[in-house]
Structure formats: C-alpha cells, structure tokens
C-alpha cells in the first residue's frame, strides 16, 4: 500500500484525491494547505487522518512516501525538491516548472536521491490515447507526418493562469496540451514560429507552428477566445482526430484504413471517462513505485524536459513577435 501526501486543497487537488481514494494500492494519508482550517476541511471532506498549513510536517510524516504537487506553477520546482530532500517521491502537476532549468533541476535532484518524479500529464494515460498510441506506433496512420491540435475558450481564465507572479501562462497552463501531443509523434521540433497577445505580462493567446525533418506541428491555445478543442495526427495512410476535449478525450475517428473509412465512414473508438479520469496515470505511478521505478517510460524525464524547453521556446518566440 503507498500512502501519499496532497500539497494544495484546490479543485484539481479535489478531483485527484477522489480518484486516489478509490485505487485498491494507494491511500491518502496527510494533506498540506496555505490555511489551517482549508487543509481541515479537505481532510475532513476525504477522510484524511493528518491536515496541517506547515509543510515541513507534511514533508516530514513518516507514513508519506509519495506527495501529489497541485499549487500554481510558480511554486512546483521548490517544492519538489524540497519533497524529494525530504524522501518522497513526487508527482507533480502541469506544468511541472516554469522554465526548463527548473524543470531540470527537480528531474536531476529525484534521479540522484533515488526518488521516483513525474509531471502529472495524465493525458497519456487516458486510455483513449494508450489504445490509439499503440495502434498509430503498429502503423495504423503509417508514418505521422503532422499534428493539428488547439485548445481556446473565452471564459474568464482563473486567478492563478492569469497571474504573472504565480507563473500565470496559457501557453503553460491549456497550450502545454497540445504541445504534448506534438511531441509524442515528431518530437523536439528543429524551429519554430510562434506569435500570440500578451494582457498586463501574461501571454493570454498564442499558435505556433512547430517544424520537423519529417513535418510539421500547427497548434493553438487561448483563453480570450474559442479556438476548436479538437486534435488531429495525420500520417502517410490517413488520419484521426479526438473529439473535444481533445485533452481529456473520450471518443477518436479514425480516417485511415480504406477508401469507405478515409471519405465515409471513420472507424469511431470510444473510452468512456471513468470518475474524473486521473485513475489510470495515479494507478500507474502507484505501480511504477511500488516496483522501483524513478520516472515512467510514457511521460519519461527527457520527454517532460523536452516538452518544457518547447514552451519556452514558444513563449520566447511569441515575445519577440509581440511588437
Ligand atoms: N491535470 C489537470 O487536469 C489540471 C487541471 C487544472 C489544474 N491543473 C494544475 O494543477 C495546479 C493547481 O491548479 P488548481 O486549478 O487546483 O488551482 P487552485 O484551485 O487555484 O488551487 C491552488 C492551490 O495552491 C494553493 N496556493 C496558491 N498560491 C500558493 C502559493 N504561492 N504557494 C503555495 N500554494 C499556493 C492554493 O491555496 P489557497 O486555497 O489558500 O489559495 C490552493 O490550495 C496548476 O499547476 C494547474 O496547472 C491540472
């Protein structure tokens, strides 16, 4: 049994402690949050033994071995580190740093203290994208060649994406998805041109194209306006695309195959979210541990740190097109 540890009491710390609870391996055994009455009220509302607003005593509580890292952006890097000098492995939620260097200093200090560190991008878990990953590496598209994907709606943005000092970024925060799945079929790109708005210091809307010696990446993010939440891999014998929210995707078409399949009737693959969708990537990290791992194979330590000096790429890139 692994007992872990949340760090933060905000929504998304809400849906993944739900699905943590309900894995037969894992326990949830203390929680850490800025006050003591909210960390009170989280441990109450999940039945968590230990609460507490100091994080030294969540670092130090002996029954903890891995914590689960759900604070804004700014904030991930120092507490993994700190985590990890303490002991424990760490799962850390998107983005897991606010710049490669960062992101590299919490890979490198787990790899040497023997400590298992993940970016939580529980995307590659889903079980839509573990069935249609595997068919697209046994050749169902043949060689993938490019891949469309945006993720932008208007809705007001929440405090922390919106605000600088918390590393409040869209690209970081919705833009991270798509750039993701860039990187699982064509890798760290050989250039890119990317151009976007920034709103008082925070870059709110952003695309980019992402070039490869075999293709290319078209992909955008916004949170000032609708951009179609949908992504598309296409390779040499056709293509697929993930219905909204691509991201959290539960229902892909496949035009590949035969002419009937390409022009009239896709192959339609369907997997059905299960509660808030985070069980397969926790269940997955729970093994990885319990069987000695330091990193999983599918959002390894290269790929996170490829996937991070992307964004700072874009964002980069978007900065100086920003006239
Ligand atoms: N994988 C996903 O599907 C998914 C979805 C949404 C978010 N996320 C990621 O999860 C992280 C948290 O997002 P959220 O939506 O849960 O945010 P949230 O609801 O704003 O909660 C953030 C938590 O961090 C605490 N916090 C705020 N400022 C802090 C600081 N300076 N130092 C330490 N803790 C601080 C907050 O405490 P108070 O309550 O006291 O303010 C709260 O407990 C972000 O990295 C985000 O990108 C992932």
């Not at 509302?45 to 604070?71: N, R």
């Not at 002991?87 to 710049?99: D, N, Q």
């Not at 700072?312 to 920003?322: I, K």
Request: charged residues 20%.
């Amino acid at each position: 049994m692994l007992t872990w540890g949340i760090i933060g009491t905000g929504d998304i710390s809400e849906k993944v402690v739900a699905d943590l609870t309900a894995l037969p391996d894992a326990t949830v055994g203390a929680v850490w949050g800025r006050s003591t009455d909210r960390a009170n009220h989280f441990a109450r509302g999940h039945g968590i033994p230990f609460a507490t607003a100091a994080l030294d005593q969540l670092l130090a509580h002996a029954d903890v071995d891995v914590v689960y890292i759900a604070t804004p952006a700014h904030t991930h890097a120092d507490i993994a580190v700190g985590a990890i000098r303490a002991g424990k492995h760490v799962l850390i939620e998107k983005p897991i740093a606010t710049s490669a260097v960062d992101a590299e200093r919490v890979y490198t200090e787990a790899a040497t203290a023997g400590r298992f560190a993940m970016e939580a991008m529980w995307m590659r878990f889903n079980p839509l994208y573990v069935e249609m990953i595997d068919r697209i590496c046994d050749g169902l598209l043949g060689s993938v060649h490019s891949v469309r994907g945006s993720f932008g709606t208007p809705f007001q943005a929440r405090g922390r994406v919106l605000t600088p000092a918390q590393g409040g970024s869209i690209l970081r925060d919705r833009g991270i998805y798509p750039v993701t799945l860039a990187h699982w079929f064509l890798g760290e790109p050989t250039a890119l041109a990317a151009s976007g708005v920034f709103e008082d210091g925070i870059d709110v809307d952003g695309h980019a194209t992402l070039e490869y010696e075999t293709g290319f990446a078209q992909l955008a993010w916004s949170g000032i306006r609708f951009l179609d939440l949908t992504a598309t891999i296409t390779g040499e014998r056709g293509w697929l695309t993930i219905d909204p929210m691509f991201w959290a995707g539960s229902r892909a078409r496949v035009h590949a195959g035969s002419v009937e399949r390409i022009f009239g009737a896709p192959e339609v693959v369907e997997h059905p979210r299960q509660a808030n969708g985070y069980g397969p990537m926790l269940a997955a990290v729970t093994d990885a541990i319990g069987r000695g791992g330091l990193e999983h194979p599918w959002h390894s330590h290269a790929n996170s740190l490829a996937i991070t000096r992307t964004l700072d790429a874009v964002l980069a890139g978007m900065a100086a097109s920003d006239v």
